[in-house]
């Protein structure tokens, strides 16, 4: 596809910034307010941050580079970026929604791209009971939390709780203790895309957790039930030799 207005991004580094002021200088963009398509600089953290910002654009988004990991990103070049957006291949995302119930009765709502997370908030481990679909599946979960994570998001901090790898398109999400003491050989769960999941929050008093949606964060939860956001589709664009789906199926086999 070819994208006539571009819109150029960055995060607040020197890295980004110095790639920005390059790219503006080489090829005419428009605000992201009119853009076909924005060009994020910076690091994973970056490009998601851009996905949530401008959501309700609907245009896709082509990461390049200039932070750490960059697993979700292309590569930097200064040269040929019509003709590597021109190439890009799409990915459709569709995020967790995360539905939080606090102490006082109110809710958070919000959107994960990555995974949605709970955390013990004190020197207490968290209790946690797990429903799928309504249905007690764990009845206690003794841990420092635990999270809900997308195939795209497998990879991260999924995968360094010793989560499993996700593909595109398996059409299910990863369930995943972080350093589970009771039942301490519990790995997770693999389950449909479409499943719900809800944790009950026990002796919240006592153990206060806290749930966080990819960089939204709510206190003192009670319960957090966590769905796939059909409604909701996210693009990302990919240089054809670097697709989101080879670098998931690569990381399984790295040493």
């Not at 929604?97 to 949605?116: F, K, Q």
């Not at 797990?130 to 249905?135: A, L, V, Y």
């Not at 949606?213 to 009670?222: F, L, N, S």
């Amino acid at each position: 596809m070819i994208h006539s207005k571009i819109a150029l991004v960055a995060a607040d580094t020197e890295p980004g910034q110095a790639a920005l002021k390059r790219l503006q200088d080489r090829y005419p963009h428009v605000p992201p307010e009119e853009a076909e398509v924005i060009v994020a600089l910076g690091g994973d953290g970056f490009v998601l941050e851009t996905l949530h910002r401008w959501l309700h654009r609907g245009v896709p988004i082509y990461g390049m580079n200039r932070g750490t990991v960059g697993f979700l990103m292309n590569g930097f070049r200064e040269h040929g970026l019509p003709e590597r957006l021109h190439r890009a291949q799409p990915v459709d995302l569709h995020p967790l929604r995360m539905v939080a119930r606090l102490g006082d009765g109110s809710t958070v709502e919000a959107l994960a791209i990555n995974e949605v997370s709970l955390f013990r908030e004190t020197r207490q481990a968290a209790k946690l009971r797990i429903r799928i679909d309504g249905k007690v599946r764990l009845d206690e979960l003794i841990c420092d939390g635990a999270l809900v994570a997308t195939p795209a998001g497998s990879t991260a901090y999924n995968l360094s709780a010793h989560g499993p790898i996700v593909p595109l398109g398996a059409g299910i999400m990863a369930l995943t203790p972080i350093s589970a003491f009771r039942p301490r050989r519990w790995r997770g769960a693999l389950l449909p895309h479409h499943a719900r999941v809800s944790f009950e929050v026990l002796e919240a008093g006592k153990r206060p957790v806290s749930a966080v949606a990819d960089y939204t964060e709510a206190r003192d939860v009670m319960e957090v039930e966590v769905r796939e956001a059909r409604d909701v589709t996210l693009t990302l664009l990919f240089d054809p030799e670097h697709n989101l789906e080879e670098r998931i199926l690569a990381e399984q086999f790295q040493a």
